[in-house]
């Protein structure tokens, strides 16, 4: 199905430096979620986001639900070398059966 | 405590051959869904059940596809006859409440149809 607009689609880093990552949409959203996906490996929820302008923090990450409920960034601090992986944000509507996720952003983090 | 497991890791068939793919969601988790993931679509939802019951197929690619989940501990998606377009990697996850609420996902079966 329709796919979120997610971006940047890759990031190429160095430790110790920030990350941030959206995901855009035309449609509003109820609730947000942001997953890792590490090589052969299914992914893996990080943070939920279940009002607009929800600021909610995992350690170095932190998540924001658009106040639009359009859009939601993830940003991570002091990027280190386990940081790499996929992305994935996903949205969900609550009058229909609508789960969806972006394309994902493939993350690199030099040593 | 257990994850969501998914059998086999990897399936390798000629195409025209039924591929069966296994889950086993996590204990007390009500809804279960299967996912594809591929590379030019990225991640979709193929169907959802609540409670061993189907809610919403409308994301199976054709009739080839199917699934069924007879118990609460056992699902199983089936692709009859399979075709080299359905290669892709299969994803089974659960959640406690719901489509909305932040899912469980299983390290997905590897499926390549020659």
């Known amino acids: 199905g329709q796919q979120l607009n997610q971006s940047p689609q890759s990031m190429f880093i160095q430790e110790g430096e920030d990350v941030s990552m959206n995901c855009t949409s035309s449609?509003?959203?109820?609730?947000w979620l942001w997953y890792k996906q590490d090589p052969g490996e299914g992914p893996v929820l990080l943070i939920a986001?279940?009002?607009?302008?929800e600021l909610t923090s995992n350690g170095r990450l932190t998540a924001q639900f658009g106040i639009t409920r359009k859009d939601s960034f993830l940003n991570i601090s002091a990027s280190i070398p386990s940081d790499v992986g996929i992305y994935f944000c996903?949205?969900?509507?609550?009058?229909?059966?609508?789960?969806?996720f972006g394309a994902g952003t493939r993350l690199t983090v030099k040593p | 405590d257990a994850g969501v497991i998914q059998s086999p890791r990897h399936e390798v068939t000629e195409m025209g051959q039924e591929v069966t793919l296994r889950c086993k969601p996590i204990?007390?988790?009500?809804?279960l869904f299967w996912y594809r993931q591929t590379m030019m679509r990225g991640l979709e939802l193929l169907i959802y059940f609540n409670n061993n019951v189907p809610i919403d197929d409308s994301g199976m690619p054709e009739d080839r596809f199917s699934a069924k989940m007879p118990n609460a501990s056992f699902s199983t998606l089936k692709i009859q006859p399979s075709e080299p377009r359905d290669s892709a990697v299969y994803f089974c996850?659960?959640?406690?409440?719901?489509?909305?609420?932040?899912?469980?996902f299983g390290d997905g079966t590897r499926l390549s149809i020659l």
């Open positions: 449609s509003i959203f109820n609730t």
């Open positions: 986001l279940y009002k607009a302008g």
């Open positions: 204990s007390g988790h009500d809804y």
């Open positions: 996850a659960s959640s406690r409440t719901g489509l909305h609420q932040p899912q469980h």
């Open positions: 996903a949205g969900s509507k609550y009058n229909n059966n609508d789960m969806r």
